[in-house]
T-cell receptor, first 117, second 113 residues
Framework: GQQLNQSPQSMFIQEGEDVSMNCTSS?????WLWYKQDPGEGPVLLIA?????ELTSNGRLTAQFGITRKDSFLNISASIPSDVGIYFC?????????????????FGKGTHLIIQP | NAGVTQTPKFRVLKTGQSMTLLCAQD?????MYWYRQDPGMGLRLIHY???????AKGEVPDGYNVSRLKKQNFLLGLESAAPSQTSVYFC????????????FGEGSRLTVL
């Protein structure tokens, strides 16, 4: 089946540091999405990427759609305490039968971000 | 706006008991999904629905059943709960075609003893 490999699994950083994480896929994606999950909450979309090579920013967050279409990167600049959480990459579930993006998303296993004051 | 609401938020079951998780969305979304989240495993798709009256299997469907009798509701059932089904369950919905934003509920934590 589809596999998304996220790294690192966890990160312990100091407040103010920049953060980089990435995700690789066993198959080609036409969409990459990055979600964040706060403790006790459901995941929330941070950034969506729809074109190979695309670089998109959302405040201090920047994500890139890899040129091979099999990877994506998320960077967080000048981390703050509220950045703590689990970050997931996701791509379309291509194993379903409905097609057109209706078959949901496949998620990576997540990167746990822990910030030390 | 309520968005996606899951009930119950917490439940403890004994092995072999049955239960139903309810997901309700007030955004008139066409597609709805049930995921489970386990430590170190990320989110895995259980079942989903692309419209009222339709359901489809996801990555880990065994031991679960679903129904979508009304567009706004998606029910996840466990007929005979097993300890392996101890997990946090998330419902999500989205509006239409294209792999875009899923809106998630707050989760339902289920423990099977």
């Amino acid at each position: 089946g589809q596999q998304l490999n996220q790294s690192p699994q966890s990160m312990f950083i100091q407040e103010g540091e920049d953060v980089s994480m990435n995700c690789t896929s066993s198959s080609i994606f036409n969409t990459w999405l990055w979600y964040k999950q706060d403790p006790g909450e459901g995941p929330v979309l941070l950034i969506a990427l729809y074109k190979a090579g695309e670089l998109t920013s959302n405040g201090r967050l920047t994500a890139q759609f890899g040129i091979t279409r099999k990877d994506s990167f998320l960077n967080i600049s000048a981390s703050i305490p509220s950045d703590v959480g689990i970050y997931f990459c996701a791509g379309p579930n291509t194993l379903g039968r409905s097609g057109g993006g209706a078959d949901g998303l496949t998620f990576g296993k997540g990167t746990h971000l822990i910030i030390q004051p | 706006n309520a968005g996606v609401t899951q009930t119950p938020k917490f439940r403890v079951l004994k092995t072999g008991q049955s239960m139903t998780l309810l997901c309700a969305q007030d955004m008139n979304h066409e597609y709805m999904y049930w995921y489970r989240q386990d430590p170190g495993m990320g989110l895995r798709l259980i079942h989903y629905s692309v419209g009222e009256g339709t359901t489809a299997k996801g990555e880990v469907p065994d031991g679960y059943n679903v129904s979508r009798l009304k567009k706004q509701n998606f029910l996840l059932g466990l007929e005979s709960a097993a300890p392996s089904q101890t997990s946090v369950y998330f419902c999500a919905s989205t509006y239409g075609r294209g792999a875009g934003e899923l809106f998630f509920g707050e989760g339902s934590r289920l423990t099977v003893l």
